[in-house]
């Protein structure tokens, strides 16, 4: 039953898409909110919007420009800590990253470049340099973006074949824990974010590629490559 001319409904009745995550077919009807079909995928735990529904670009580039992600804001950079500090205990120094979707203020690129790292940027829209994406590194960032793969299934093959063996990840996305608050879900409202993880879903990921996964906080993941890295944790170089 409607709640209000915007609120959540049954879920679509039409055939579900394939999930963009895992490929699965077997993908239900989650929820329809105004007008915007969502589904679950039993397989691997994702939350994913119709693609039907996707914005194009030009809307993404306009919800970008209205986030306030100021390199020098401190409480930004209290945020992104909640990443950087873990990350920051498992490199060694001098270590090369990408920050992936680093978007129109990569503070947290600073901040690694501040301990001694060499971080180079990636960001389709911002800093669409694709030669960043033809090397290799002990460690690439993705913050606040996964949630606006369109297609998160290439765009983790594309991670894995950006880090070197041993290499981390780090990933920073706010989990969805609460289909009953799915609906009134501030993440959900924004209309770039089209695919939402939950704990589950980022072990599916990391046995996909065969990563080590580590949640030291709530909403961030750090997953480590196999091998061993020139650049590997400080444990690792003793």
């Known amino acids: 039953m409607r709640a209000d001319s915007t ?30 079909d969502y589904y679950r995928c039993p397989l691997c735990a994702l939350r994913f919007l ?84 033809q090397t290799t590194y002990d460690f ?16 983790f093959a594309r991670l894995d074949a950006l880090l070197r063996p041993g290499g981390l990840l780090g990933l920073m996305t706010i989990f969805q824990n609460d289909d009953a608050r799915f609906a009134s879900w501030h993440y959900r409202r924004d209309p770039t974010h089209v695919v939402f993880y939950r704990e589950e879903t980022m072990h599916w990921i990391a046995n996909r590629f065969g990563w080590h996964c580590t949640i030291p906080r709530p909403d961030v993941v750090l997953m480590r490559k196999p091998g061993i890295s020139g650049a590997g944790s400080a444990e690792e170089q003793t």
Not at 14 to 34: D, N
Not at 141 to 146: I, S
């Open 7 to 36: 609120g959540p409904t049954t879920p679509p009745c039409a055939p579900s898409p394939p999930c963009p995550l895992c490929r699965s077919e077997s993908a239900q009807g989650f929820v329809t909110v105004a007008g915007r």
């Open 50 to 133: 119709d693609p039907a529904h996707h914005p194009d670009r030009e809307t993404e580039r306009a919800c970008y420009a209205l986030h306030e992600n100021n390199p020098e804001d401190p409480r930004y950079r209290a945020f992104l800590a909640r990443l950087a500090a873990p990350l920051l205990a498992e490199l060694s120094p001098d270590a090369s990253g990408l920050d992936y979707g680093s978007g129109p203020g990569p503070a947290l690129a600073a901040m690694l470049r501040e301990a001694g790292h060499r971080v180079a940027l990636y960001d389709p829209l911002f800093a669409p340099d694709t030669g960043a994406l």
């Open 140 to 155: 690439v960032t993705c913050t606040e973006t996964a949630e606006h793969f369109h297609d998160p299934a290439s765009e």
